[in-house]
């Protein structure tokens, strides 16, 4: 079995009254140095990850390489903890084919899944945060990535 936290969304604290925990990098690092098992590992949430590093992709080297993401979210954000929007995978500040080649670079091996996007015009809100359109758009975006940055 393999623990998967996930990051306080957004990472701010106190987050109306509540004081919250894992709102940074040094904070999961925190978590793993409490309890060092191999089983106590992350959700790479990048939308979250992103407005606590300026660099995502060494942050997922890193704690990818310590073998500590167990779940990836393939999601991006633009603006500030306080003050974010959701935007599509293609068109935020991130550099995915980048986080695609560090998930790799590191051995990385967990499942990668598509999380929060805006909606497209016309599409189906089943799910509130995951409209059909837009969630099709990601997953064929991350496919494309994937065989773009396949090494063999």
Same mark, same amino acid.
């Given at each position: 079995? +393999?623990?998967?936290?996930?990051?306080? $969304? /957004?990472?701010?604290?106190?987050? *109306?009254? =509540? &004081?919250?925990?894992?709102?940074?990098?040094?904070? #999961?690092?925190?978590? #793993?140095e409490l309890q060092p098992s191999a089983a106590? %590992?992350?959700?790479?949430?990048? %939308?979250?990850?992103? !407005?606590?590093?300026?660099?995502?992709?060494?942050? =997922?080297? +890193?704690?990818?390489?310590?073998?500590? =993401?167990?779940?990836?979210? #393939? *999601? @991006?954000?633009?603006?500030?903890?306080? *003050?974010?929007?959701?935007? #599509?995978?293609?068109? %935020?500040?991130?550099?995915?084919?980048?986080? =695609?080649?560090?998930? +790799? @670079?590191? %051995?990385?091996?967990?499942?990668? *899944?598509? @999380?929060?996007? /805006?909606?497209?015009?016309? $599409?189906?809100?089943?799910?509130?945060?995951?409209?059909? !359109?837009?969630?099709?758009?990601?997953?064929?975006?991350?496919?494309?990535?994937?065989?773009?940055?396949?090494? &063999?």
């Open positions: 079995m +393999r623990l998967a936290l996930h990051p306080d $969304d /957004p990472p701010l604290s106190p987050l *109306r009254g =509540i &004081g919250r925990v894992v709102r940074s990098l040094e904070a #999961f690092e925190r978590v #793993f106590n %590992g992350m959700t790479m949430c990048q %939308g979250n990850v992103t !407005l606590m590093t300026d660099d995502l992709p060494a942050a =997922i080297r +890193r704690l990818g390489a310590d073998g500590r =993401i167990h779940f990836v979210h #393939f *999601r @991006d954000v633009r603006g500030m903890p306080e *003050r974010f929007v959701e935007t #599509f995978v293609d068109d %935020g500040p991130t550099d995915m084919a980048a986080c =695609i080649r560090a998930y +790799r @670079d590191a %051995g990385v091996d967990a499942p990668l *899944r598509t @999380d929060h996007s /805006p909606a497209l015009t016309g $599409d189906a809100w089943t799910v509130p945060g995951y409209p059909t !359109l837009a969630r099709l758009h990601a997953v064929g975006y991350v496919q494309g990535l994937l065989a773009a940055t396949d090494p &063999g």
